[in-house]
Structure formats: structure tokens, C-alpha cells
């Protein structure tokens, strides 16, 4: 797995000028035979797993052509807005926010594009999390939860008896496995652009925090400040990584395999990530700690969303993307990535799975990105941007103002 689920941003920010309905480029055909698939690379086997879905589906469905693109997660933001600005959207598109093309109308609701049965196997709060004022308009395709991985090996030599569930104990165990020297690390806290907003929600929503009021935008609450200046006090007194906000959470992931971070928070697909490079690494894994021990998770979903281009594609697409969420195709595709499914049909068939049971037991737990609302895309992209300074010095007050003001607009 590159990474999880959220660092798509800015793509459809306030302020772009896009063509409605009728746009669609990029060489691809306009009649509704061929479907161009943008999509991210989740781990070193997303593309090969694609393309074999995509040939059995040609293979059952000649009439259809589907041309798939993978991008990594560093380009595929640039690489969405370039198409967009260039009036050449994908016909499908696979990320996670959605909100924003929804409200220019660009893409086409999910009833559209999929079967009433497709529609009705997601999971209630996946398909609530999809929808705009009652219409759905993405379709979600995989789901996480998260926790904390530590290292038992460095917690025994560093004296940490159990993981921690309070912000205070966290920083204590953090301090200590520092305290071993030789290039170990506490706490891992990537606060790069790949996933700072994931980071930063981990914090903010394990103290009570919120990223909006209604439909308001709030980034700098009495909350949310209170949770980024104790995790500038972890990063200041040295219970990080140097420099969190050079640290993406893929690269600061690999560390922890190595066995050279005691804590991180991390994601499903980081078990088979273990087993696969570091196999006796010894670790454990436990609920994300929060300022006062409640329980708590950042629960992400990625959607497929199909756009309005040119040519009438709407049969293609719907064959396509029920194929797709079919049950056999679907269950193959979210196992083999390691992540959370989102259809009632998929939960029951990855229900026993050991590897997930602990992912699974958190997510009623889980908060979520308001990723609905048009002004998310850019709070995201200024967290990514911006979060990093607490680390090199930048108050967070002032740091928070600043995301609360590119979010405003």
C-alpha cells in the first residue's frame, strides 16, 4: 500500500472555471463504448490487480473498452486538475473527495451509473458519507480504520508496560523509546503532504475537535488548537521524528517495519505490509490514544465517481461499475488490497478475516472527513501544505488561522 485514502486536494477548489455537463477530451472516444479509469496506486500490485479485472470484464463485455491510468498519490491531484481545467475529465475517476464536482455538476448521481441493487448492498453509513442532500454521487469503493501499531520489542527495552490511551502517556512512552538512541523514534507523526490532514484529524477529533459547524468550515476552534499545540509539544520535546513535516506517512510507515519508530498510526494494509518486509517484526496493536483515553478513529472511504463527458455513456458506465462492485470481483479487489469493504455483501465475506477483526472493532468509533462539504477539498490542501510549520517553529494559532483562511476563501 503507497497510502489510504486522503490526500486528494485543491482539485475542486472554489474559483475554478469548468465547463458544465458536455466536456470530456484527452483523446478518448466520445461514443459510449470506451471509458477512460483514472485511478491511484494504493500498493506495488494496484495496477496489475486493475488491469485483470478490466480484461475479464472485456472479456465478458467486448463492446466495452476501458482504458485504464494509475497515478501515484504525489501526482494524481495535479494530474485530476490538468484534466479538468483541460476539459478533459475521466469518465471515472477513483479518489476520495467528491463534493466539489458534485456541486458544479459535473458528475452523473450514483442511481445513474449503477443498479438499484449495487445502490442498496452499500453499507448505510458508507452510502450517508456519499450523499449530497439525499443524492448520492460517489460510490464508495474501500473503507479504513485506523489504530496504533507499536513495537513491542522497544517498549520492553524502554520500559513501557502497556500502550498508551491518553495523550499524556503517549508522550511519556514516546519519550522513553526516543530515550533509546540509536536512531529510534517515539512517536511517527507525517505531517508531509501526503497525509497531514489525516495526522492532524487523528489529533483534533481525539480531543472532541471538528472540522465543521453545520455547513461552516472551522479549523481554528479552542479544540483543534488545543490538540495541534500538544502536538507541537511532542514534536519540540523530541518524541517524534526530526522534521514531521518532511515525513510522509508511507516512507515514515517503512521505518516502522524496520523497527526503528515505537509508535505509529496505521492502517489495514500495514499487517500484510509487516508480514511481507519484516516478518519478525514484533508488534502489537492497540485503540489510538486520545486526551482523555475515549475511544476514537479516523475512518476514511475512497469513491469511484463517474463524470458527465461527452457522448452518452451512461450504459457503459452502469455495466462497468456493477461489475465491478459484483460481489466475487469486488470482495477479491478490497482483500487483496487489505482495506475495510464497504458493501453489506463484502462485510459478510471478509467478516472472519483476523487481520481486519481489530479494524472492524473500531469503526463505530470511527469520525470522518466532512468530505461533502465544497470547501473540504481546499482545508485539505492547506493542511498539506501548511501543518508541517509547527514543526520548524510556526505558532499553531497562527498556523490554523491561516488553513482557516485559504478555507474561507
Given at each position: 500500500?503507497?497510502?489510504?485514502?486522503?490526500?486528494?486536494?485543491?482539485?475542486?477548489?472554489?474559483?475554478?472555471?469548468?465547463?458544465?455537463?458536455?466536456?470530456?477530451?484527452?483523446?478518448?472516444?466520445?461514443?459510449?463504448?470506451?471509458?477512460?479509469?483514472?485511478?491511484?496506486?494504493?500498493?506495488?500490485?494496484?495496477?496489475?490487480?486493475?488491469?485483470?479485472?478490466?480484461?475479464?470484464?472485456?472479456?465478458?463485455?467486448?463492446?466495452?473498452?476501458?482504458?485504464?491510468?494509475?497515478?501515484?498519490?504525489?501526482?494524481?491531484?495535479?494530474?485530476?486538475?490538468?484534466?479538468?481545467?483541460?476539459?478533459?475529465?475521466?469518465?471515472?475517476?477513483?479518489?476520495?473527495?467528491?463534493?466539489?464536482?458534485?456541486?458544479?455538476?459535473?458528475?452523473?448521481?450514483?442511481?445513474?451509473?449503477?443498479?438499484?441493487?449495487?445502490?442498496?448492498?452499500?453499507?448505510?453509513?458508507?452510502?450517508?458519507?456519499?450523499?449530497?442532500?439525499?443524492?448520492?454521487?460517489?460510490?464508495?469503493?474501500?473503507?479504513?480504520?485506523?489504530?496504533?501499531?507499536?513495537?513491542?520489542?522497544?517498549?520492553?527495552?524502554?520500559?513501557?508496560?502497556?500502550?498508551?490511551?491518553?495523550?499524556?502517556?503517549?508522550?511519556?512512552?514516546?519519550?522513553?523509546?526516543?530515550?533509546?538512541?540509536?536512531?529510534?523514534?517515539?512517536?511517527?507523526?507525517?505531517?508531509?503532504?501526503?497525509?497531514?490532514?489525516?495526522?492532524?484529524?487523528?489529533?483534533?477529533?481525539?480531543?472532541?475537535?471538528?472540522?465543521?459547524?453545520?455547513?461552516?468550515?472551522?479549523?481554528?476552534?479552542?479544540?483543534?488548537?488545543?490538540?495541534?499545540?500538544?502536538?507541537?509539544?511532542?514534536?519540540?520535546?523530541?518524541?517524534?521524528?526530526?522534521?514531521?513535516g518532511a515525513s510522509d506517512r508511507t516512507p515514515m510507515l517503512d521505518v516502522f517495519i524496520q523497527g526503528k519508530i515505537g509508535m505509529v498510526v496505521a492502517l489495514p494494509p500495514t499487517v500484510g505490509q509487516i508480514a511481507e518486509k519484516n516478518p519478525s517484526?514484533?508488534?502489537?496493536?492497540?485503540?489510538?490514544?486520545?486526551?482523555?483515553?475515549?475511544?476514537?478513529?479516523?475512518?476514511?472511504?475512497?469513491?469511484?465517481?463517474?463524470?458527465?463527458?461527452?457522448?452518452?455513456?451512461?450504459?457503459?458506465?452502469?455495466?462497468?461499475?456493477?461489475?465491478?462492485?459484483?460481489?466475487?470481483?469486488?470482495?477479491?479487489?478490497?482483500?487483496?488490497?487489505?482495506?475495510?469493504?464497504?458493501?453489506?455483501?463484502?462485510?459478510?465475506?471478509?467478516?472472519?478475516?483476523?487481520?481486519?477483526?481489530?479494524?472492524?472493532?473500531?469503526?463505530?468509533?470511527?469520525?470522518?472527513?466532512?468530505?461533502?462539504?465544497?470547501?473540504?477539498?481546499?482545508?485539505?490542501?492547506?493542511?498539506?501544505?501548511?501543518?508541517?510549520?509547527?514543526?520548524?517553529?510556526?505558532?499553531?494559532?497562527?498556523?490554523?488561522?491561516?488553513?482557516?483562511?485559504?478555507?474561507?476563501?
Amino acid at each position: 500500500m503507497k497510502r489510504f485514502v486522503r490526500s486528494w486536494a485543491a482539485v475542486a477548489v472554489a474559483g475554478l472555471t469548468l465547463t458544465g455537463c458536455g466536456f470530456g477530451g484527452d483523446g478518448q472516444s466520445e461514443d459510449g463504448s470506451s471509458l477512460s479509469f483514472l485511478v491511484p496506486s494504493y500498493s506495488d500490485g494496484t495496477k496489475a490487480l486493475w488491469e485483470g479485472i478490466i480484461a475479464d470484464f472485456e472479456a465478458a463485455h467486448p463492446d466495452v473498452n476501458v482504458e485504464l491510468e494509475i497515478q501515484s498519490w504525489d501526482n494524481i491531484n495535479d494530474v485530476v486538475r490538468t484534466k479538468i481545467q483541460s476539459n478533459a475529465a475521466p469518465d471515472i475517476l477513483n479518489i476520495d473527495a467528491f463534493s466539489g464536482f458534485a456541486a458544479d455538476d459535473l458528475l452523473y448521481p450514483a442511481g445513474d451509473v449503477v443498479s438499484a441493487n449495487t445502490v442498496a448492498d452499500f453499507q448505510q453509513s458508507f452510502a450517508d458519507n456519499a450523499s449530497i442532500d439525499g443524492t448520492m454521487y460517489g460510490l464508495p469503493l474501500i473503507a479504513s480504520a485506523r489504530t496504533m501499531f507499536y513495537n513491542t520489542e522497544l517498549f520492553e527495552r524502554a520500559g513501557v508496560a502497556a500502550p498508551p490511551k491518553t495523550w499524556d502517556q503517549l508522550h511519556d512512552a514516546a519519550k522513553k523509546v526516543a530515550g533509546l538512541g540509536d536512531g529510534v523514534y517515539g512517536y511517527g507523526m507525517p505531517l508531509g503532504s501526503e497525509e497531514a490532514q489525516a495526522e492532524t484529524s487523528i489529533w483534533t477529533f481525539g480531543n472532541g475537535g471538528s472540522w465543521t459547524n453545520g455547513s461552516t468550515i472551522t479549523v481554528n476552534t479552542p479544540a483543534n488548537l488545543e490538540a495541534v499545540t500538544f502536538m507541537k509539544r511532542m514534536i519540540d520535546d523530541k518524541a517524534t521524528q526530526p522534521d514531521p513535516g518532511a515525513s510522509d506517512r508511507t516512507p515514515m510507515l517503512d521505518v516502522f517495519i524496520q523497527g526503528k519508530i515505537g509508535m505509529v498510526v496505521a492502517l489495514p494494509p500495514t499487517v500484510g505490509q509487516i508480514a511481507e518486509k519484516n516478518p519478525s517484526l514484533k508488534y502489537a496493536s492497540a485503540p489510538i490514544p486520545t486526551k482523555d483515553g475515549q475511544p476514537m478513529t479516523l475512518g476514511v472511504a475512497d469513491h469511484l465517481m463517474a463524470f458527465k463527458n461527452e457522448g452518452d455513456k451512461k450504459e457503459a458506465l452502469k455495466t462497468f461499475l456493477d461489475y465491478v462492485f459484483s460481489a466475487p470481483v469486488y470482495t477479491k479487489f478490497v482483500d487483496t488490497e487489505g482495506f475495510l469493504p464497504t458493501t453489506r455483501t463484502g462485510a459478510a465475506a471478509l467478516g472472519g478475516k483476523t487481520e481486519i477483526a481489530s479494524f472492524l472493532e473500531v469503526l463505530p468509533n470511527a469520525r470522518f472527513y466532512p468530505s461533502t462539504n465544497p470547501q473540504w477539498a481546499a482545508t485539505q490542501g492547506a493542511m498539506q501544505s501548511l501543518m508541517g510549520q509547527i514543526g520548524q517553529g510556526k505558532a499553531p494559532r497562527a498556523v490554523l488561522d491561516e488553513i482557516q483562511a485559504k478555507a474561507n476563501g
